[in-house]
């Protein structure tokens, strides 16, 4: 996948509800799912150039490096953690899974809309 700069960008499913990013020399961790309505956002638009994701149900549209919420129905931030720049990719399941528990923080809050 090319990103809106000409530069490659990643987006893959490392555990059920926690998303890797990779685009524009950064990496983060985030939340599979859009607070809004829980759409897939591994089916979302990624924008290299502005570094934003869009939720493709609704269009809520974040800002990945902070995780603010841009554009689309009111529903809250995306929780987002940005990763050191030493930090390998995950590389099978296993790794995949001990990054879900590391991010644990990134899961939203049971009963959080």
């Not at 509800?17 to 591994?42: N, S, Y």
């Not at 502005?50 to 809520?60: A, G, M, N, V």
Request: charged letters at 25%; glycine letters at 10%; a positive charge.
């Amino acid at each position: 996948m090319t990103g809106d700069t000409g530069r490659p960008v990643s987006l893959r499913q490392i555990a059920p509800d926690l998303l890797l990013i990779e685009v524009a020399g950064k990496r983060m961790l985030t939340q599979a799912e859009c607070p809004h309505r829980r759409g897939r956002l591994r089916y979302g638009y990624l924008n290299g150039r502005t570094l934003r994701i869009t939720c493709p149900l609704h269009h809520s549209t974040f800002d990945l490096l902070t995780g603010r919420q841009v554009a689309g129905p009111p529903c809250g931030s995306l929780r987002v953690t940005l990763l050191p720049e030493d930090a390998a990719s995950p590389r099978s399941a296993a790794e995949a899974a001990e990054w879900a528990e590391w991010a644990e923080g990134l899961r939203p809050e049971a009963g959080a809309p």
